[in-house]
């Protein structure tokens, strides 16, 4: 145990699943050193979503609000890049007002600071505070890669037209080689174009290497090649997952829709569960592609819905299937996805869903939107032989049969479950008590306790 308390600000990027995975990061650093404090800074709205949610009783974790720099009043057009866009004008001067209200607030110094890596800017903090910066990547190591070789991809396709720059590879990284340019994320492409979003990324991947760890949720045997280049350019690369969540090793399950009692009553691995994550739905022609696809096939399906379905002309769907399909507004997915009924996932392929069906060993259909989920949907496809994407990309009726037939009747389906089940082994593997991940989590716990101090 440290003989002094250390204090440790911790920056949240306000979306998706980022926030949720760095408060559960803090809270396994607090059970592992309770001479630690925490001061968390993330956006109101999402504070309020995600403390109402996660229990920190018996934790020294005390939320901070920054500004999400929204106009007062201001109308959106419904595109969820807006937000964001809002959000990352208003950083880094947010962060930097939180900060010092904190340390007025507390009366204690900041020993480190331990930050959504997204925030480059926390390297600039951190050297001005005199401390330490761990950037925390909440996903895998081949798009934190592409990331940090943007310049790289973008240079080498200067000379290249249009068609030839689509099926390109990207040979010319370490560990690339099976990676074309259409799986590249839409992102690191947009650097020319003046895009803030884009420009923050573009930034983090200049900035990380200054960070003393970077911290991945993921696992060193998921990708080897691109690990180990990885591991030759910061000062300390750091795979800690994949990260069980506190809530999810809970003996109390939260299934108010009675989603595993449902799944009970089923075949083992004969459901496809469909679910998008919290911030998208598929639009509405897509959605009725899959709806005459579950019909058509008659498949047992367990289907998590944002929205009003009625909204999305689907509730006649789901009553004329609700003797062999359950359409719920939530359910617990880590525990769904462990469920012996469960044979498909149909998702969007975001990082924190991929681990998920890896630790639970059930096959994937991926429909990518944004972000690193092209790329993801390329590895679970092509890489790693774990899943299958959409012929055409989106969702048709004929492609989702497709997509079905193949994970649940064909010999590539029996495959990628034994493709998945090794992966399954490696990950559990990697957080045993001397696994790597294990190993690398008490390095990581090593150089906050070290921290300078007053």
């Not at 480190?112 to 050297?127: K, Q």
Request: proline share 5%; with cysteine.
């Amino acid at each position: 145990m440290c003989d002094h308390q250390i204090h440790v600000a911790v920056l949240a990027f306000p979306f998706a699943s980022h926030p949720l995975i760095l408060l559960n990061l803090v809270k396994k650093l607090g059970i592992s050193e309770p001479n630690m404090k925490f001061s968390f800074f993330n956006t109101e709205k999402s504070n309020q979503m995600l403390f109402s949610k996660v229990k920190i009783d018996g934790y020294d974790i005390k939320s901070f609000n920054v500004g999400d720099g929204i106009p007062n009043g201001y109308v959106f057009s419904g595109n969820p890049l807006e937000i964001i866009d809002f959000f990352v004008r208003a950083t880094p001067g947010n962060f930097r007002i939180g900060l010092e209200e904190c340390v007025e607030a507390t009366g204690m110094k900041i020993n480190c600071l331990l930050t959504d890596a997204f925030l480059w800017f926390s390297g600039d903090f951190a050297d001005e505070m005199g401390i330490p910066w761990v950037s925390f990547w909440t996903s895998g190591p081949c798009s934190l890669s592409i990331h940090m070789y943007s310049d790289t991809i973008l240079e080498a396709l200067v000379s290249k037209g249009e068609a030839q720059k689509k099926n390109s590879t990207l040979e010319f990284l370490p560990g690339m080689s099976a990676i074309e340019v259409k799986d590249v994320p839409d992102e690191v492409l947009q650097k020319q174009e003046g895009k803030t979003f884009p420009d923050m990324l573009f930034k983090m991947g200049l900035k990380i290497p200054k960070a003393i760890a970077v911290i991945l949720n993921s696992f060193d045997e998921i990708d080897p090649i691109v690990n180990s280049d990885l591991n030759s350019k910061l000062q300390k690369f750091l795979n800690i997952g994949p990260l069980i969540l506190e809530s999810r090793q809970s003996s109390q399950i939260d299934d108010q829709s009675g989603c595993l009692s449902w799944l009970d009553n089923q075949k083992n691995v004969s459901v496809v569960y469909i679910s998008f994550g919290t911030s998208l739905t598929p639009p509405p022609p897509e959605l009725q592609a899959i709806a005459e696809a579950l019909e058509s096939k008659r498949i047992p399906y367990l289907w998590s819905f944002r929205g009003d379905p009625k909204t999305f002309l689907l509730d006649e769907f789901f009553a004329k299937t609700s003797n062999f399909g359950k359409i719920v507004s939530w359910c617990p997915q880590f525990h769904v996805l462990g469920h012996s009924a469960i044979g498909a996932f149909v998702t969007q392929g975001g990082w924190s869903s991929v681990l998920e069906s890896i630790r639970g060993g059930v096959p994937m259909i991926c429909r990518p939107f944004f972000g690193e989920q092209k790329l993801n949907r390329k590895l679970i496809q092509d890489i790693w032989k774990i899943g299958v994407g959409l012929e055409g990309v989106i969702f048709t009726k004929n492609g989702m049969i497709n997509a079905l037939d193949t994970v649940f009747s064909s010999e590539n389906g029996s495959e990628m479950r034994k493709n998945i089940a090794k992966l399954r082994e490696c990950g559990k593997k990697a957080v045993e008590e001397n696994g790597s991940s294990t190993e690398n989590f008490r390095t990581l716990l090593e150089i906050i306790k070290s921290s300078p101090h007053s």
